[in-house]
């Protein structure tokens, strides 16, 4: 983004077996954007940063919603989403863009489509309740990291460095194998 820009405003597009829904993340209201394209906001969507593989904790991004639930109602949103089941987002597309207004007028017309930062593959729809009122959905996706543990490994000796290359390289032939300290290797 340049320096001209007033603010950004963070999207968030989830795909569906019911289609696309459009989601303006942090705010309340609805934004349309240069293509004509409405996206719902809303201060109850919260999309953490994405977390990274560390001590044994699998990478993962999560987006989702919390609100109070009228106790006297039955709760149709998360019975909807139980009726539908995981099938309805899982390996679905999950798409996040920043939205680059160059002026407070831009809120109502935007002159610049969003910008594409990153799509992911949604893995799991999860549900929360506390106490009588409180709920919260969530719907899991893939990490930029993920694909990590899919990593090509190769050995570090003449065979794997020779892979690696696209051809034969003698280069490793006399790679220390042992680290002796009592040997002077130079002079």
């Not at 994405?50 to 019975?79: E, H, K």
């Not at 993920?146 to 990593?151: H, L, W």
Request: hydrophobic letters at 35%; charged letters at 25%; zero cysteines.
């Amino acid at each position: 983004m340049s320096d001209d820009v007033y603010a950004v405003l963070p999207l968030a597009e989830i795909d569906t077996a019911d289609g696309t829904f459009r989601f303006l993340m942090g705010t309340d209201g609805v934004f349309v954007d240069s293509d004509g394209r409405e996206w719902q906001g809303s201060l109850l969507i919260d999309a953490p940063a994405v977390t990274m593989a560390t001590n044994g904790t699998a990478p993962a991004g999560r987006i989702g919603i919390s609100y109070f639930q009228d106790p006297d109602d039955p709760d149709q949103v998360i019975d909807q989403l139980k009726e539908l089941g995981l099938g309805y987002i899982e390996g679905y597309q999950i798409r996040f863009y920043d939205q680059a207004l160059f002026s407070p007028e831009e809120m109502m017309a935007p002159t610049a489509p969003p910008t594409l930062i990153a799509t992911r593959t949604m893995r799991s729809l999860s549900y929360s309740y506390q106490g009588v009122a409180d709920r919260a959905i969530s719907v899991s996706y893939e990490s930029i990291f993920e694909d990590r543990k899919t990593a090509k490994r190769r050995p570090l000796n003449r065979a794997g460095h020779s892979e690696w290359l696209g051809y034969e390289n003698p280069s490793l032939e006399f790679m220390p194998t042992a680290i002796r300290k009592d040997e002077v290797m130079f002079e």
